[in-house]
């Protein structure tokens, strides 16, 4: 069976309007992983690789490196922070509807060692009208649980990807 197709409406779920003609959710989901990554300098600065995303999910990941130690030797808090703060962007912004956190909480529940690869799985538990809440769980390479944040997203009315000629808003003579 043909994955759905997104005609400028909503995405399977019946919500997050878009602008992308023509293209199922993984598709769209893949172009705004595009369109922010290209952007997104404090993933590039860490290393941080974009494993992969779907609609509401994403899995991005990192090698704790020297330089990212605090003053115990192990994984510094802000660096796994940032990674599972990465992966809830990336999972939260999967509908061409340009969302911010609103509100992040994170549990550390082991240390991260130089040299560990660290995998943060984001995934949607809920989306209603412009509020969005993930959770996102980050592990080592031995699927050690490392980290469990949860974020809290809210939409703008910005979009990720440009607005295509069918979607002209009459009252500004051009689009929306």
Known sequence: MAAARIRGVADRRGHGVTNAPDMTPQ????????????????????GITRERVAPGTAVLSLEVSPDMANGHGIA???VIFTLADSAFAYACN???????????????????????RLTA???????????GLYDVTVADQDGRTI????????????RLLPDDSAHKNPDKGGSE
């Open 27 to 46: 598709q769209l989901a893949d172009a705004c992983a595009r369109a922010m990554w290209d952007g997104d300098r404090a993933v590039h600065r860490l």
């Open 147 to 158: 980290a469990e944040f949860r974020g809290n997203a809210r939409t703008i009315k910005d």
């Open 121 to 131: 799985h984001a995934r949607e538990v809920t989306r209603t009208g412009r509020s």
């Open 94 to 116: 999967t509908y061409n509807q340009a969302t911010l956190a609103q509100h992040c909480a994170i549990t550390y529940l082991a240390p991260a060692r130089i040299g560990d």
């Open 76 to 78: 510094h808090g802000g």
